[in-house]
């Protein structure tokens, strides 16, 4: 085997024409695992290239949302007659405004926030449409112009299609004319504890007992 692989002709020996042939097998299967490797490397650039993209279009949609919850806040502070607040005061949604709103301009700066963020979740996300609940929007001592203000505010703010729950001591400062039409109004007794009536329990649970056996079970 030695002198086969020693012999040689034209100056070549037979071990470097295996050696040869051996180098060309090493190169065609590193080839071959570059090839492979540079699918792969194209592959995860293409995914790195779209989650670039992913975050354009998600800085673009912030600044979009932002922009609209501002211009929401700059029209329902001025509806409430609420001028004490800058700009800088709702620059985020999560930026809390109490701090510079005081006495009875802060109730009204704060029902501006809230329907601004009902709006702005309304119109950017599948938030579902549930029925709002008020309690007793006549806080801090509000004058007459400023009582209009909320009540006016309230009902033609209300989402398209949206149930009012609206609690108040009393409608007495409510001038009739903004009063949705169809308004069904309740009126409780002075009784202690008359919303909560033994003879209609059963009844109230039959509706929605099941419901709220759900919304425990999530």
Same mark, same amino acid.
């Given at each position: 085997?030695?002198?086969?692989?020693?012999?040689?002709?034209?100056?070549? /020996?037979?071990?470097?024409?295996?050696?040869?042939?051996?180098?060309?097998?090493?190169?065609?299967?590193? +080839?071959?695992?570059?090839?492979?490797?540079?699918?792969?490397? $194209?592959?995860?650039? @293409?995914?790195? !290239?779209?989650?670039?993209?992913?975050?354009?279009? !998600?800085?673009?949609?912030?600044?979009?949302?932002?922009?609209? &919850?501002? /211009?929401?806040? @700059? $029209? &329902?502070?001025?509806?409430?007659?609420?001028?004490?607040?800058?700009?800088?005061? &709702?620059?985020?949604?999560?930026?809390?405004?109490?701090?510079?709103?005081?006495? /009875?301009?802060?109730?009204?700066?704060?029902?501006?926030?809230?329907?601004?963020?009902?709006?702005?979740?309304? @119109?950017?996300?599948?938030? @579902? %449409?549930?029925?709002? %609940?008020?309690? #007793?929007?006549?806080?801090?001592?509000?004058?007459?112009?400023?009582?209009?203000?909320?009540?006016?505010?309230?009902?033609?703010?209300?989402?398209?299609?949206?149930?009012?729950?609206?609690?108040?001591? #009393?409608?007495?400062?409510?001038?009739?004319?903004?009063?949705?039409?169809?308004?069904?109004?309740?009126?409780?007794?002075?009784? +202690?504890?008359?919303?909560?009536?033994?003879?209609?329990?059963? $009844?109230?649970?039959?509706?929605?007992?099941?419901?709220?056996?759900?919304?425990?079970?999530?």
């Amino acid at each position: 085997m030695e002198l086969l692989l020693n012999r040689k002709k034209s100056e070549v /020996s037979l071990r470097d024409i295996v050696a040869a042939e051996g180098n060309k097998e090493m190169v065609v299967s590193l +080839k071959a695992d570059i090839a492979a490797k540079d699918e792969l490397i $194209e592959d995860v650039q @293409k995914l790195i !290239d779209g989650l670039k993209n992913d975050l354009k279009l !998600d800085s673009k949609k912030k600044k979009e949302i932002i922009e609209y &919850y501002q /211009s929401r806040m @700059k $029209e &329902y502070l001025s509806l409430l007659n609420v001028f004490v607040l800058e700009e800088s005061d &709702y620059a985020e949604p999560t930026r809390v405004i109490k701090n510079n709103a005081l006495g /009875s301009d802060l109730p009204r700066a704060l029902l501006a926030q809230y329907f601004s963020l009902l709006h702005t979740l309304k @119109k950017f996300g599948d938030t @579902k %449409v549930c029925p709002l %609940v008020i309690d #007793s929007p006549q806080q801090q001592e509000q004058d007459s112009n400023n009582l209009d203000a909320i009540f006016k505010f309230i009902f033609s703010k209300t989402l398209d299609g949206q149930q009012l729950i609206l609690g108040t001591i #009393s409608t007495q400062a409510v001038p009739e004319a903004i009063i949705p039409e169809g308004t069904n109004l309740i009126v409780l007794s002075n009784e +202690k504890y008359a919303v909560l009536r033994r003879d209609q329990f059963d $009844e109230a649970v039959s509706e929605v007992g099941r419901m709220h056996e759900l919304l425990l079970s999530t």
